[in-house]
């Protein structure tokens, strides 16, 4: 007997709805660790790779390959342009999580997304950063996202689904962080 997976918006939603339950009855399932390690190279290039995690109630042996990341700076910014700027990987990070979670949820209530693509921006003040005034963030002082999605959704729908994105909760309440210095 030939058997088709369910899939919508390219999530396979049978795995999905199983996940669920295996989560509703095990909640410690849900708990997750993410890592990444970061080599400074120079000036403001540094270069991080990912691959263990824990989930599921395990170390996480799946991944074959080590992912690696690059940040640097514009020339503008005293880098050398080698790569995108941490900023920019916040906002791929972050419209790529808001996107992800909407196809996700949008499959597991039946919603077909035929298409979504999404332009972001952050902006900055450099006062914060450099030192130079105190009241000024020296992060970005606002984010914007369009996304444009080809649906049947409502688009207060499509943004309620958007919403459950993991990393637009990280960027959008404060997230502690613990930064420990270990001198060499």
Not at 27 to 51: Q, T, Y
């Amino acid at each position: 007997m030939i058997t088709t997976a369910n899939v919508k918006n390219g999530v396979n939603v049978d795995q999905l709805v199983e996940t669920i339950g295996h989560i509703q009855e095990q909640p410690e399932l849900a708990k997750f660790e993410f890592r990444a390690k970061n080599n400074w190279i120079d000036g403001g290039h540094c270069v991080s790779s990912v691959k263990e995690f824990y989930g599921a109630g395990q170390e996480d042996t799946t991944r074959q390959e080590t992912f690696t990341m690059e940040c640097s700076h514009p020339q503008v910014l005293l880098g050398k342009d080698e790569a995108a700027t941490p900023p920019e990987v916040v906002l791929h990070a972050l419209s790529s999580c808001l996107t992800g979670a909407m196809v996700y949820h949008a499959a597991a209530n039946g919603i077909d997304i035929e298409g979504a693509e999404s332009t972001i921006k952050g902006t900055a003040d450099l006062h914060g950063f450099l030192g130079l005034d105190p009241e000024v963030r020296t992060g970005f002082d606002g984010i914007t996202m369009q996304l444009r999605v080809k649906s049947d959704a409502s688009a207060e729908q499509l943004e309620r689904l958007a919403k459950f994105s993991p990393v637009f909760d990280m960027i959008s309440n404060p997230t502690p962080v613990k930064i420990e210095i270990i001198k060499q």
